[in-house]
């Protein structure tokens, strides 16, 4: 319970003093999760960190989510902690996909690494990075492996050539198309829901 007061009380001072940037607040799983505007995401981190109610002095994690079917595209989730007050907070920047994301590398330097991770697998720029280039993936990559259009084989393939003793890039080549494998067992039965004509088929052949 205590823990919760604690949560609502954030909620409220952080609906008072940013009402205008806050899109909406929720409280799950003894967690608050903040939506805001990108414009403010300086500004609200900075009070998190620095405000003595606050006090989220640690900066957990960056991640973002993909939502193709959305006008604002990706949602950038911050992860903070306090240890002073015990409590957690995320907040949750809906972004396009073109729009440039405020770095928070002047707040926290450890978002350097994280942001640059958030552009490497989704294509997100954040503006005023010291250092924006890719951080996981390979030199000449193509693409942002985490969006839901990237293709599950990628672009380009490599492997070691025994002949020119080195390793070498090329297109991705399928021998086969994707298939569909449903695993149909006549002593099991199907572990996937198989279209209704499929199933009377079945039955039929098992009639027989």
């Known amino acids: 319970m205590i823990l919760d007061e604690a949560l609502t009380e954030l909620n409220d001072f952080l609906i008072l003093n940013y009402?205008?940037?806050?899109?909406?607040?929720?409280?799950?799983?003894?967690?608050?999760?903040?939506?805001?505007?990108?414009?403010?995401?300086?500004?609200?981190?900075?009070?998190?960190?620095?405000?003595?109610?606050?006090?989220f002095r640690t900066l957990v994690d960056i991640t973002a989510v993909d939502y193709p079917e959305e006008e604002s595209r990706f949602h950038?989730?911050?992860?903070?902690?306090?240890?002073?007050?015990?409590?957690r907070i995320r907040l949750k920047v809906p972004v396009?996909?073109?729009?440039?994301?405020p770095s928070i590398?002047?707040?926290?330097p450890a978002a350097n690494w994280f942001e640059r991770e958030v552009f490497d697998m989704y294509g997100i720029l954040f503006s005023d990075h010291p250092d924006m280039?890719?951080?996981l993936t390979d030199y000449g990559f193509q693409g942002h492996p985490l969006r839901k259009?990237?293709?599950?084989?990628?672009?380009?393939?490599?492997?070691?050539?025994?002949?020119?003793?080195?390793?070498?890039?090329?297109?991705?080549?399928?021998?086969?198309?994707?298939?569909?494998?449903?695993?149909?067992?006549?002593?099991e039965g199907s572990e996937i829901d198989l279209p209704v004509q499929l199933l009377n088929e079945e039955?039929?052949?098992r009639d027989v």
């Open 19 to 55: 009402s205008d940037d806050i899109i909406s607040s929720d409280f799950s799983y003894k967690q608050l999760s903040i939506f805001v505007n990108v414009s403010a995401i300086q500004e609200i981190t900075s009070a998190l960190k620095l405000n003595p109610i606050c006090q």
């Open 76 to 87: 950038i989730v911050y992860h903070y902690l306090s240890m002073h007050q015990n409590m």
């Open 96 to 101: 396009k996909e073109t729009e440039l994301v």
């Open 105 to 108: 590398t002047n707040l926290f």
């Open 133 to 135: 280039r890719r951080l």
């Open 149 to 187: 259009d990237f293709p599950t084989t990628g672009y380009i393939e490599l492997r070691y050539d025994q002949e020119k003793k080195k390793v070498v890039y090329e297109p991705v080549k399928l021998n086969q198309e994707y298939r569909r494998f449903d695993f149909m067992s006549p002593w």
């Open 203 to 205: 039955e039929d052949t």
